[in-house]
């Protein structure tokens, strides 16, 4: 059957070219997570706020060297892009940021994030949320980025806003979390948005 519309991304535009590294201001880094990371992967998960907004946890380096290859493979899949957020100098994990779900047809993708306890509070994932964005936009050829959070989950919903993904309503009863069902915050940011972003 003809397609009517040309889809926004060619298939195969994202594998044939390698997952790149992207600069964050001065503070940090977003690269390609390396075997290397299943350690910090591992201390990352044993923190409770992780563990409670993600729904899962690892118990050993090896589970976390299993994700960390799912990781990689869904670059070249184009079913899911994942990057470390890592400091220049040393490549301390300081978080996690990943575009999942991906729809190459009509060029959107979900945005997810995760921090580790001591790099928060100073405006760094909202910094890597706007600078992997931007990628998607100008690069990439993405035209809508989708981010939920949990209504119980106010940081991740200021880090939306902040990085100007506009709240687009909630859906009712849409994640299950170890205590039961959650209502979900949708924000959306589109290729032509020209929301004012705080950095």
Same mark, same amino acid.
């Given at each position: 059957?003809?397609?009517?519309? %040309?889809?926004?991304?060619? %298939?195969?535009?994202?594998?044939?070219?390698?997952?790149?590294?992207?600069?964050?201001?001065?503070?940090?880094?977003?690269?390609?997570?390396?075997?290397?990371?299943?350690?910090?992967?591992?201390?990352?998960?044993?923190?409770?706020?992780?563990?409670?907004? $993600?729904?899962?946890?690892?118990?050993?380096?090896?589970?976390? $060297? =299993?994700?960390?290859?799912?990781?990689?493979?869904?670059?070249?899949?184009?079913?899911?892009?994942?990057?470390?957020?890592?400091?220049?100098? #040393?490549?301390? /994990?300081?978080?996690?940021?990943?575009?999942?779900?991906?729809?190459?047809?009509?060029? =959107?993708?979900?945005?997810?994030?995760?921090?580790?306890?001591? =790099?928060?509070?100073?405006? /760094?994932? %909202?910094?890597?949320?706007?600078?992997?964005?931007?990628?998607?936009?100008?690069?990439?050829?993405?035209?809508?980025?989708?981010?939920? $959070?949990?209504?119980?989950?106010?940081?991740?919903?200021?880090?939306? #806003?902040?990085?100007?993904?506009?709240?687009?309503?909630?859906?009712?009863?849409?994640?299950?979390?170890?205590?039961?069902?959650?209502?979900?915050?949708?924000?959306?940011?589109? $290729?032509?948005?020209?929301?004012?972003? %705080?950095?």
């Amino acid at each position: 059957m003809p397609e009517l519309a %040309t889809p926004a991304i060619t %298939t195969g535009y994202l594998a044939g070219m390698d997952q790149p590294s992207i600069r964050v201001e001065t503070s940090a880094i977003i690269r390609p997570w390396i075997p290397d990371d299943a350690p910090a992967v591992v201390e990352a998960f044993q923190d409770p706020s992780i563990q409670r907004w $993600h729904v899962r946890r690892a118990d050993s380096v090896d589970e976390a $060297h =299993s994700w960390i290859t799912h990781w990689q493979k869904g670059w070249s899949d184009e079913s899911e892009c994942h990057w470390a957020i890592v400091t220049p100098e #040393t490549g301390e /994990l300081l978080g996690r940021i990943a575009l999942k779900g991906l729809d190459l047809r009509d060029g =959107s993708a979900d945005v997810a994030y995760w921090m580790v306890p001591g =790099s928060r509070g100073r405006g /760094l994932c %909202t910094q890597a949320v706007i600078t992997l964005s931007e990628w998607v936009f100008r690069d990439a050829g993405f035209h809508r980025l989708e981010l939920e $959070h949990s209504i119980h989950n106010p940081q991740s919903c200021r880090v939306a #806003t902040k990085a100007g993904f506009s709240g687009e309503g909630v859906r009712r009863g849409s994640a299950r979390h170890a205590d039961g069902w959650h209502d979900m915050h949708m924000h959306a940011r589109l $290729h032509s948005d020209q929301s004012v972003i %705080t950095r």
